[in-house]
């Protein structure tokens, strides 16, 4: 039932009360189609939404995306041009003949039923350790090709040197290069291994984030894009090249440990995020008319979006529809462009 009030357009309206209640990550899962609005990112990386996603294509030259029923290759325009940048120059750096592409986002971004606390605002992306083939994987076998770790599984926390090579080192170093590129997570023991071997620019090193998992794939985060106004930017890296007691630390026990527990607290279940945990102009993004998704994939010389130079709508205008006191505007229709 709720996910199918979640497919319909003006959701808030008919719903009332049960979308209200309902958590967020089906409300959001349950959308197919990104809103057609310019695009916005609205929250944080962990906490928000994206009107105006757009779509990596399936296949480009130097990319395929994979497991494709998860609906989750939408972004921000600026993510998606990065990405098609970053897998020509993986490709020229020998990777394969290109990046197999992850998760990016759900159409209209937000909380997933599944995996992720980020990739909510369309400016988080997963890159698969394994380069694109020179056969292209079919829509099956990019459904059950199986993720390979780099780490050496009998052993704590260390990269297998089998399987880690320098044109890893130099991929990974490539996506931190880029001025848009916020951070790079990366398991510890793959920041380690880079911290013990990168001869190139150091300063890079910083952005490169040591996190839980990670050993699969690499996940490259963009910075909120210029004048995005909702979109809350992480803390800076701290300066230096991260190598250092910070690193140490997840090579302790204490990241590892299992939480203690309290025998005299009683173990309460969290609440699951509803639509109104979310930034207040996330409940118009899932409330308002879907673009058409032959309209909404962006690259690879195909026709795609381009944001019209007019404003989006007056915040007033947001205000009114979270409130349900006017429909959402269609707004004129935006120009389909070719993409350089
Ligand atoms: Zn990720």
Redesign the pocket.
């Known amino acids: 039932m709720t996910r199918l009030l979640a497919a319909g357009a003006g959701l808030l309206l008919i719903a009332g009360q049960a979308v209200a209640e309902t958590p967020a990550k089906e409300l959001f899962g349950g959308a197919k189609l990104p809103s057609r609005t310019e695009p916005a990112p609205h929250g944080s990386y962990a906490k928000g939404c994206i009107a105006g996603a757009v779509a990596i294509p399936t296949d480009g030259p130097t990319w395929q995306a994979m497991r494709l029923s998860r609906n989750r290759r939408w972004g921000h325009p600026q993510m998606i041009a990065l990405l098609e940048r970053f897998s020509r120059d993986a490709a020229s750096l020998g990777w394969g003949t290109g990046i197999l592409v992850g998760?990016i986002s759900q159409p209209r971004g937000g909380p997933m039923l599944f995996g992720?606390a980020?990739?909510q605002i369309g400016l988080?992306a997963?890159i698969w350790f394994t380069p694109k083939p020179s056969q292209p994987l079919s829509p099956q076998q990019r459904e059950d090709l199986p993720f390979t770790s780099m780490l050496d599984k009998s052993k704590f926390l260390t990269v297998d040197s089998r399987r880690w090579t320098d044109t890893h080192a130099r991929v990974v170093m490539q996506a931190a290069s880029y001025p848009q590129v916020e951070r790079v997570?990366v398991t510890p023991a793959i920041k380690r291994k880079l911290c013990d071997t990168w001869r190139g620019d150091r300063s890079l090193l910083g952005k490169v984030r040591p996190i839980y998992g990670h050993d699969e794939h690499f996940?490259i985060r963009i910075h909120c894009p210029t004048g995005a106004a909702g979109c809350k930017p992480q803390a800076r890296v701290p300066s230096g090249d991260g190598c250092d007691k910070s690193l140490a630390w997840w090579f302790t026990d204490e990241p590892w440990a299992k939480p203690k527990k309290d025998p005299n607290k009683k173990p309460v279940k969290p609440r699951p995020v509803i639509l109104s945990d979310l930034p207040k102009a996330c409940a118009a993004v899932l409330a308002a008319p879907a673009r058409p998704a032959e309209e909404a994939v962006l690259g690879s010389g195909m026709a795609a979006y381009s944001a019209p130079m007019a404003v989006a709508a007056p915040v007033q205008d947001i205000e009114a529809i979270i409130n349900g006191t006017v429909l959402p505007d269609h707004g004129p229709m935006p120009q389909p462009r070719p993409f350089p």
């Open positions: 998760d992720h980020s990739h988080d997963d997570f996940h």
